[in-house]
């Protein structure tokens, strides 16, 4: 790693690379507050700038169409987006969102989140990440799978086993998976499982994979207890999101006998200081046509807002929903002593330095929902090897990696006297430069 911060400082002056960066930043918001974390910690690295540069933007992007008969006939055209930020470490990775308010700058920021979690947990992938305009709430299951379908084929010239590897996230599923698998396996000519990963097991998907990302954050959560020496037994959860990945943190913390005082969705939130029966409100979520908390019933809760959620009198905050969720006006009301990210980007860089002056452990996205991440890249390998892994396997290379990852990053932030975010960032940074500079620049 080059130390060199005259390096850096020289070609920030560079005019040409100066407007491209203004032009490009004043249209990605959210792309622009990723950088500025990367910027602060590549400066604090002193990494030479012609290093780091190439790595600021995002390689390959892709806009597409999605013409789609509907159920009564008529033709709706959704937009759909691909973006690879960096294929430096191997194939891109990252999952694909259903939403109707998602933009390419959002995508842009998810795909290079995607480029740093790789690197921080040391998997050979680089990042991408996909979606889709639509509101899946609204669709029928067969305009659900045909916009999968066709998005999938709008998609083909940059994915593949060796190029990209979709994945699920947000309003997406394994079932949609299977659709994107099957989608591509027509085009091939022959079945390519591993060309997906968070697949039904029936075609090639790992055990362990769809608990992954709540597992790596009980992985996570364990050590962060376990280095501020705190006793889970007696601490109180409050969680942010109750789909995929808050759901299922909030059940593995259950099962551990853990109390979560707080839950919510987009329906709403319960609350009930003695601790919530996180299996009656599984079973409801399930039951209900919806799958959201709404019609809960149970002896001694009480309704939240998720102002209130955010804000609640507890130990640990788990945000596992959506993005710039914790901003500064709820940064200052937080009352919480520990933040594990499970979402991506919950925490906006105004919050986040808010929390940091606070006091607020906040252990970033890129660490402690890497388990997703992890549990895929073991599917993608046993499809590759065309083997079965027993799930007792899975979670204990899950476990290592996660345990392993916490370790690095708090042992850095402790010898850079900075925040376990900006320690995360360090490593992945100071890695993917590694890799691009062994790789050289093309021509
Ligand atoms: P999901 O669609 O299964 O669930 C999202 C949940 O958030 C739902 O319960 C929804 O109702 C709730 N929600 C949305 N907006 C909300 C709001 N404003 N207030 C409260 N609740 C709200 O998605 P998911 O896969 O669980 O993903 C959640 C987050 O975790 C996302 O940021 C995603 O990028 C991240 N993530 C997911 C994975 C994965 O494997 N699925 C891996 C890593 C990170």
């Given at each position: 790693?080059?130390?060199?911060?005259?390096?850096?400082?020289?070609?920030?002056?560079?005019?040409?690379?100066?407007?491209?960066?203004?032009?490009?930043?004043?249209?990605?918001?959210?792309?622009?507050?990723?950088?500025?974390?990367?910027?602060?910690?590549?400066?604090?690295?002193?990494?030479?700038?012609?290093?780091?540069?190439?790595?600021?933007?995002?390689?390959?992007?892709?806009?597409?169409?999605?013409?789609?008969?509907?159920?009564?006939?008529?033709?709706?055209?959704?937009?759909?987006?691909?973006?690879?930020?960096?294929?430096v470490r191997g194939p891109c990775k990252g999952g694909i969102r259903y939403a109707p308010d998602v933009n390419l700058d959002e995508?842009?920021?998810?795909?290079?989140?995607?480029?740093?979690?790789?690197?921080?947990?040391?998997?050979?992938?680089?990042?991408?990440?996909?979606?889709?305009?639509?509101?899946?709430?609204?669709?029928?299951?067969?305009?659900?799978?045909?916009?999968?379908?066709?998005?999938?084929?709008?998609?083909?010239?940059?994915?593949?086993?060796?190029?990209?590897?979709?994945?699920?996230?947000?309003?997406?599923?394994?079932?949609?998976?299977?659709?994107?698998?099957?989608?591509?396996?027509?085009?091939?000519?022959?079945?390519?499982?591993?060309?997906?990963?968070?697949?039904?097991?029936?075609?090639?998907?790992?055990?362990?994979?769809?608990?992954?990302?709540?597992?790596?954050?009980?992985?996570?959560?364990?050590?962060?207890?376990?280095?501020?020496?705190?006793?889970?037994?007696?601490?109180?959860?409050?969680?942010?999101?109750?789909?995929?990945?808050?759901?299922?943190?909030?059940?593995?913390?259950?099962?551990?006998?853990?109390?979560?005082?707080?839950?919510?969705?987009?329906?709403?939130?319960?609350?009930?200081?003695?601790?919530?029966?996180?299996?009656?409100?599984?079973?409801?979520?399930?039951?209900?046509?919806?799958?959201?908390?709404?019609?809960?019933?149970?002896?001694?809760?009480?309704?939240?807002?998720?102002?209130?959620?955010?804000?609640?009198?507890?130990?640990?905050?788990?945000?596992?929903?959506?993005?710039?969720?914790?901003?500064?006006?709820?940064?200052?009301?937080?009352?919480?002593?520990?933040?594990?990210?499970?979402?991506?980007?919950?925490?906006?860089?105004?919050?986040?330095?808010?929390?940091?002056?606070?006091?607020?452990?906040?252990?970033?996205?890129?660490?402690?929902?890497?388990?997703?991440?992890?549990?895929?890249?073991?599917?993608?390998?046993?499809?590759?090897?065309?083997?079965?892994?027993?799930?007792?396997?899975?979670?204990?290379?899950?476990?290592?990696?996660?345990?392993?990852?916490?370790?690095?990053?708090?042992?850095?932030?402790?010898?850079?006297?900075?925040?376990?975010?900006?320690?995360?960032?360090?490593?992945?940074?100071?890695?993917?430069?590694?890799?691009?500079?062994?790789?050289?620049?093309?021509?």
């Amino acid at each position: 790693m080059t130390l060199d911060n005259s390096c850096y400082g020289n070609a920030a002056e560079d005019q040409q690379g100066q407007n491209y960066d203004r032009s490009f930043l004043e249209e990605n918001h959210s792309y622009r507050d990723m950088l500025s974390t990367l910027d602060t910690c590549a400066k604090k690295m002193g990494v030479c700038w012609d290093d780091y540069l190439p790595l600021r933007y995002p390689e390959r992007e892709l806009t597409v169409s999605i013409p789609v008969e509907m159920d009564d006939g008529h033709i709706k055209v959704f937009v759909g987006y691909r973006v690879q930020h960096s294929s430096v470490r191997g194939p891109c990775k990252g999952g694909i969102r259903y939403a109707p308010d998602v933009n390419l700058d959002e995508v842009r920021t998810l795909a290079a989140l995607m480029t740093w979690k790789c690197a921080l947990v040391n998997i050979p992938y680089g990042g991408a990440k996909g979606a889709v305009q639509c509101d899946p709430g609204k669709l029928s299951s067969r305009e659900l799978m045909k916009i999968t379908r066709r998005y999938t084929a709008m998609i083909l010239p940059l994915i593949g086993p060796e190029k990209d590897i979709p994945a699920p996230d947000v309003n997406t599923n394994s079932q949609i998976m299977a659709w994107i698998m099957d989608t591509y396996s027509a085009f091939q000519g022959f079945t390519v499982p591993e060309a997906v990963t968070g697949k039904p097991i029936e075609i090639g998907g790992s055990l362990g994979r769809e608990e992954a990302t709540g597992r790596g954050v009980l992985f996570t959560i364990n050590q962060i207890a376990r280095t501020k020496g705190i006793d889970l037994k007696k601490a109180s959860f409050a969680i942010q999101g109750f789909g995929k990945v808050g759901r299922t943190i909030a059940q593995l913390l259950y099962q551990e006998g853990y109390r979560i005082v707080a839950v919510n969705d987009i329906s709403g939130g319960i609350y009930k200081e003695e601790g919530l029966d996180i299996a009656d409100l599984s079973n409801h979520v399930r039951e209900n046509p919806s799958h959201l908390i709404e019609g809960y019933k149970a002896e001694g809760i009480s309704s939240i807002t998720n102002q209130e959620l955010l804000t609640s009198e507890v130990d640990i905050l788990i945000p596992a929903a959506r993005e710039n969720q914790i901003t500064e006006d709820i940064a200052k009301d937080v009352k919480a002593k520990i933040i594990v990210e499970a979402a991506n980007g919950p925490t906006t860089p105004e919050g986040d330095q808010i929390l940091n002056e606070k006091g607020v452990v906040v252990v970033p996205d890129i660490l402690s929902n890497a388990g997703g991440v992890v549990v895929s890249y073991l599917e993608w390998v046993q499809n590759l090897q065309a083997l079965m892994w027993e799930e007792r396997k899975v979670n204990a290379f899950l476990r290592k990696i996660m345990e392993k990852s916490f370790q690095d990053v708090w042992e850095l932030q402790e010898q850079k006297k900075t925040t376990l975010r900006e320690a995360a960032y360090m490593l992945a940074l100071e890695r993917t430069i590694k890799a691009r500079k062994i790789r050289g620049t093309f021509p």
